[in-house]
């Protein structure tokens, strides 16, 4: 986790038991927004925990429904 609270979308991957590119293509979907996207050409997504932990509690549930 960042000083900020913030987390890094590969601490997102860990957190929803999937891959990085999952992440990325989360947010390309718009299923999972970042807080902030670091400038430059590779800069990194940080997303807030609080969402992170409501997109995963919901892709819990939707496992969990037969």
Same mark, same amino acid.
């Not at 590969?10 to 929803?16: I, P």
């Given at each position: 986790m960042t000083s900020s609270g913030l987390v890094s979308s590969? %601490?997102? $991957? /860990?957190? =929803?038991g999937?891959?990085? /590119?999952?992440?990325?293509? =989360?947010? %390309?979907?718009g299923e999972l927004e970042p807080s902030v996207k670091v400038p430059?050409? /590779?800069g990194a997504y940080l997303f807030d925990p609080d969402h992170v932990r409501a997109l995963a509690d919901d892709?819990?549930?939707? %496992? $969990?429904?037969?």
């Open positions: 590969r %601490e997102v $991957a /860990r957190r =929803l999937c891959s990085h /590119r999952t992440v990325i293509r =989360l947010v %390309e979907r430059g050409y /590779r892709r819990q549930g939707k %496992e $969990a429904t037969p």
